[in-house]
């Protein structure tokens, strides 16, 4: 049987820790940056882990 690919938008949005915990960018950080708080854009910047019911369906998609 073939190798699975890993899926290339889900690569690029998804990371894994040594932990195994599925991680995830936040949304609003993207345009309209000068209305932003710089409190907000520090709290906006750290990556949150991915929602337990969604993980199992990333983690086929990265292939692991």
Same mark, same amino acid.
């Given at each position: 049987?073939?190798?699975?690919? /890993?899926? %290339? $938008? &889900? !690569? @690029? #949005?998804?990371?894994? /820790? $040594? &932990? $195994? ?8 950080? #993207?345009? *309209? *940056?000068? =209305? @932003? %708080? %710089?409190?907000?854009? #520090?709290? *906006? &910047? /750290?990556?949150?882990? =991915? &929602?337990? +019911?969604? =993980? @199992? !369906? =990333?983690? @086929? *998609?990265? +292939? #692991?």
């Amino acid at each position: 049987m073939p190798k699975q690919k /890993t899926h %290339s $938008g &889900a !690569k @690029k #949005r998804f990371k894994v /820790t $040594g &932990a $195994g915990k599925v991680m995830r960018e936040q949304a609003n950080r #993207r345009h *309209l *940056l000068e =209305v @932003k %708080s %710089s409190k907000r854009m #520090r709290k *906006l &910047a /750290t990556d949150q882990p =991915v &929602a337990p +019911a969604d =993980v @199992k !369906k =990333v983690k @086929k *998609l990265l +292939a #692991r």
